[in-house]
């Protein structure tokens, strides 16, 4: 069983950058797939990136490659997205998940554990 908390979303301006954290607890983090996903008003839930148990691979979602980072440290069990270069279209909220899913799984119905997500706005 694993819990997922979801911190530093904000407003912020286009351009501009945020880094989401995601703190975990159960012994077992270090097992899953780390994702995460995003949800905007009125649209299903969107794939933004994943990397693997031993972070040694990431994929990211076209919409966002080169601009986010995805990292884990499993050592303090957290995971991070570092956002840059935001555009008025990254506005959702953020999720983190957890799961067996392979890296690069888009759906999120591959995913066991879900944080409570953190609101990420970004104005023009």
């Known amino acids: 069983q694993v819990q997922l908390v979801e911190s530093g979303g904000g407003l912020v301006q286009a351009g501009g950058s945020l880094r989401l954290s995601c703190a975990a607890s159960?012994?077992?983090?270090?097992?899953?797939?780390v994702g995460w996903f995003r949800q905007a008003p009125g649209k299903e839930r969107e794939y933004v990136a994943t990397?693997?148990?031993?972070?040694?691979?990431?994929s990211y979602a076209d919409s966002v490659k080169g601009r986010f980072t995805i990292s884990r440290d499993n050592a303090k069990n957290t995971a991070s997205l570092q956002m840059n270069s935001l555009k008025p279209e990254d506005t959702a909220v953020y999720y983190c998940?957890?799961?067996?899913?392979?890296?690069?799984?888009?759906?999120?119905?591959?995913?066991?554990?879900w944080g409570q997500g953190t609101q990420v706005t970004v104005s023009s």
């Open positions: 990397i693997s148990q031993s972070a040694a691979v990431a």
């Open positions: 159960g012994r077992t983090f270090s097992s899953y797939t």
């Open positions: 998940a957890a799961g067996r899913a392979l890296v690069g799984t888009s759906s999120p119905a591959l995913f066991d554990y």
